[in-house]
């Protein structure tokens, strides 16, 4: 059974950090490439980044600005979202996906993949 676990999310003030983390289990994480979504109240689930099973990332330009960093370790079966110069735009509950194919993570839409439960970040002004 295919699980993803999300941590380090809470609240922080505009223009701090955090880092967010996902373990997962039950796949062969090596091959997956992982990506991070997020899901503000009322608005639909959106890209933020992905990094192939190769180390390759994708962003969410406009969304990122150079604030976000994703990454992995293979050996931990986890993956990172860096977060700085957070802003209260930023609230949203941030989920953890897998998938095959990297190219399928930057929509919410992607089928075949998995899914965490999310981590709720909040960014107070």
């Avoid at 983390?21 to 490439?33: E, V």
């Avoid at 390759?56 to 370790?73: E, P």
């Avoid at 931990?76 to 990297?102: F, G, R, W």
Wanted: charged share 20%; aromatic share 12%.
């Amino acid at each position: 059974q295919v699980q993803l676990v999300e941590s380090g999310g809470g609240l922080v003030q505009a223009g701090g950090s955090l880092r967010l983390s996902c373990a997962a289990s039950g796949l062969t994480f090596n091959i997956y490439a992982m990506g991070w979504f997020r899901q503000a109240p009322g608005k639909e689930r959106e890209f933020v980044a992905a990094i192939s099973w190769t180390g390759s990332t994708i962003y969410d330009a406009d969304l990122v600005k150079g604030r976000f960093t994703v990454s992995r370790d293979n050996a931990k079966n986890t993956v990172y979202l860096q977060m700085n110069s957070l802003k209260p735009e930023d609230t949203a509950i941030y989920y953890c996906a897998a998938h095959e194919k990297v190219s399928l993570l930057r929509s919410a839409t992607f089928r075949d993949g998995y899914w965490g439960q999310g981590t709720q970040v909040t960014v107070s002004s």
